[in-house]
């Protein structure tokens, strides 16, 4: 299985061109622009009429064209054209072509074409392009791209390209994806299989279209006005959203070992079978399992000694030659050397477990949420490997979260040896919820992987305050975080200096509170990945409380924001999609001013949905204010035709965030 970042690659170069710094560097190698002649299948493409699109659409993708050959020994030759007209300056990005290249991977042709208003035709041939890794994390692999630069990519212009590729992949199985973050006017795909082959088609998020007929036996499929997946906050994966076709083809009663894998358990002991001679602990593995569990108090101990020293201790570095790709290395290898990819990582985890007799197992994700599809068993959903480590059963799993109870293993804990910042208990929230394949020793099942409660993901603040008679207010604020506002909280500044993290403090602060200034911040078990994470303050806010007359306004919220503008800018396409669920809770007692007493408090507001609840209340004792609210995310997508609650509610927060306490003088 390809690592994380490895498919998180092909993901990329599906209908991107490149990240911004790659097309800088190509700028400079000036390739060569020629008089030249347009073939004509893209003088046809550009002569089409198209629709009108927002004024936001950078380019409209008028042809894209895949042409797949299948030899009877397995050998695949694929053929891409596609032209682009340019709508907008910020499309320049468009000019850059970027073509996959790598083990068992021959590039037969590549050259590209451009023209525009100013009547002048462009030929780039292969000669003009470089060849180059796009990503600086691989010690070394084998997988390299071809990198061209079409010029003339102004408005107006239109750009096309085509190559050829002649590989023979891992798996039989194939992705047609013609839906992506442009519109398309026309997508094709044609498939010519050798006699005696058959297929199987699954559409993913677009009815299916029957095929017609080619010559000599061929297969094509052709739509038309594709709209593109637009951008929305909140919204899931737009690869998750995006129409495409998955195909899987193999020779008619599997003869010659070309049958397609038929179900999960298949795809499963497919990558048993890469792994299982890989797992075997070395004597300098052995030794350093002792090591780290001597004189540990119980077994959960034991195991966390374990995962902290991979996650923390053994860099992360893709090594991926031919099979390298899915095969992970061997465990004494991954020790020796210190580094290793996702799968390395997991290998390395699962042999030292071993050897102090946990049994655990590789469990292949994806790290966008909602992007496995059940209905299509394929190596190709895959981009990540995590562990199901399985726990001895006099162990408590009161603080493993992310445990849940297996049909046949008891209690099972996953757990991502890759993610530095999510300790033993936890999940990355982007694999909650989501789906994996457990491998187990005669195969394999899909799973839902485990969405952690509400209360695991906390955010605590309490703040006491004295307000005076002119509205200033002087703080003192200690946040406690755990869970995953821990994790990202605790990532942010650890990435920073310590004179930014103060600046980083100031500008949250001034989000909400004008003319403020904090001074006095620390941060505590910043660097203890297992422990809450504790962020103190104070703070001076000059006039917070609002002179009306002879009447203070004084807004009880101080800190945070828990309304949303999301859903008001235009009407709503897609679900919306949190993060995580959570739990933000909000304690602050204002002493009022001397001679100043309540005139009116706020209602108290208890707010409940599906999705997500808040509660809000102000209480007056002496000359003490005390204001409680709490936020709670309980599930982590809300469906479109649920998003005019969200709304609503989202309204409603926000008016009891803008509430005010009247204070006036007090009776003498």
Same mark, same amino acid.
């Given at each position: ?12 170069l ?12 190509l700028?400079a ?39 797949t050959?299948?030899?009877d ?28 290249i ?14 525009? /208003? ?16 796009? *990503? ?20 107006? /212009? ?7 590729l ?11 994806a ?15 299989l050798?006699?005696?082959? =058959? ?49 899987? *083809? ?28 890989r ?11 002792? =090591? ?39 465990? /004494? ?26 049994e ?12 496995v ?8 959903? %895959? ?17 493993? *979260? ?84 821990? *994790? ?22 001034g ?9 006095? /911040? ?35 919220r101080?800190?945070?924001e828990?309304s ?58 002496g000359?003490?204010l ?7 995310v309980?599930?982590? =997508? ?10 609503? %509610?989202?309204?409603?927060? =926000? ?14």
């Amino acid at each position: 299985m390809k690592t994380r970042l490895s498919l998180k690659r092909k993901k990329w170069l599906r209908r991107s061109n490149g990240p911004a710094a790659l097309l800088t560097a190509l700028m400079a190698l000036a390739p060569l622009a020629a008089q030249a002649g347009v073939p004509d299948w893209m003088r046809q493409a550009a002569s089409a009429t198209t629709p009108k699109y927002p004024d936001d659409t950078n380019a409209v993708i008028l042809l894209d064209l895949q042409s797949t050959t299948v030899s009877d020994n397995g050998e695949i030759k694929t053929t891409i054209r596609r032209v682009y007209r340019i709508l907008r300056p910020q499309a320049h990005q468009y000019g850059t072509v970027v073509v996959p290249i790598g083990s068992g991977t021959h590039l037969a042709y590549l050259r590209g074409w451009a023209f525009g /208003s100013d009547r002048n035709e462009y030929e780039v041939k292969e000669k003009d392009c470089v060849e180059t890794s796009l *990503f600086n994390d691989a010690l070394y692999e084998d997988a390299r791209h071809r990198v061209c630069q079409l010029p003339a990519a102004l408005p107006g /212009s239109v750009l096309g390209y085509e190559f050829e590729l002649q590989l023979r992949p891992d798996v039989l199985q194939h992705e047609w994806a013609f839906q992506g973050e442009d519109p398309v006017l026309r997508a094709r795909f044609e498939l010519r299989l050798p006699q005696g082959w =058959e297929y199987d088609s699954y559409w993913l998020n677009h009815a299916a279209a029957q095929p017609e007929t080619l010559e000599k036996g061929g297969l094509a499929w052709e739509l038309n006005n594709i709209p593109a997946i637009e951008k929305e906050p909140n919204m899931p994966p737009w690869e998750a959203l995006a129409g495409r076709l998955a195909i899987t *083809f193999y020779r008619r009663g599997g003869g010659g070992g070309q049958a397609s894998p038929a179900s999960w358990q298949d795809v499963a002991r497919g990558y048993a079978r890469l792994a299982e001679d890989r797992v075997q602990a070395s004597a300098d593995i052995k030794q350093k399992v002792a =090591e780290l569990t001597r004189g540990k108090p119980d077994a959960l101990t034991n195991i966390q000694a374990l995962a902290d020293f991979v996650q923390h201790q053994v860099r992360y570095v893709a090594i991926e030659i031919g099979i390298g790709g899915y095969q992970p290395h061997p465990a /004494s290898e991954i020790f020796a050397k210190g580094y290793g990819d996702c799968k390395d990582k997991a290998t390395l985890l699962s042999a030292m477990l071993s050897e102090m007799g946990v049994e655990s197992h590789f469990v292949l994700v994806n790290t966008n949420r909602n992007l496995v599809e059940a209905k299509f068993p394929s190596m190709l959903n %895959f981009d990540h490997v995590i562990l199901a480590i399985r726990i001895p059963e006099n162990i408590s799993t009161i603080t493993l *979260f992310a445990s849940e109870q297996h049909k046949s293993l008891g209690t099972v804990l996953y757990f991502d040896p890759t993610d530095t910042a999510v300790p033993l208990g936890y999940l990355p929230w982007e694999l909650q919820g989501s789906w994996g394949l457990f491998v187990g020793k005669d195969g394999g099942e899909l799973v839902q992987l485990p969405l952690l409660p509400p209360a695991v993901n906390r955010l605590l603040r309490v703040a006491k305050l004295s307000v005076d008679a002119q509205g200033n207010v002087q703080a003192e604020v200690q946040e406690i975080r755990w869970g995953e506002p821990a *994790f990202t909280t605790r990532a942010r500044l650890l990435a920073l200096q310590e004179s930014q993290r103060q600046q980083s403090l100031e500008e949250f602060v001034g989000q909400f509170v004008g003319a403020s200034s904090v001074v006095g /911040s620390q941060v505590q078990h910043l660097a203890d990945y297992n422990s809450s994470l504790m962020v103190q303050y104070r703070l001076l806010a000059k006039g917070y409380a609002k002179l009306a007359g002879n009447m203070l306004l004084l807004r009880p919220r101080l800190l945070g924001e828990k309304s949303s503008g999301i859903l008001e800018e235009k009407e709503r396409k897609y679900p919306v999609e949190f993060p995580n669920t959570g739990l933000d809770s909000d304690s602050f007692e204002f002493v009022l001013p001397s001679g100043y007493e309540v005139e009116e408090l706020p209602e108290p507001v208890n707010i409940q949905s599906p999705f997500a609840d808040y509660h809000s209340q102000v209480q007056v004792a002496g000359n003490v204010l005390k204001y409680q609210r709490n936020f709670t995310v309980k599930a982590v =997508e809300v469906p479109l035709d649920r998003v005019a609650e969200l709304k609503k %509610f989202y309204r409603d927060v =926000e008016a009891d965030e803008r509430s005010t306490v009247i204070l006036k003088p007090a009776a003498h």
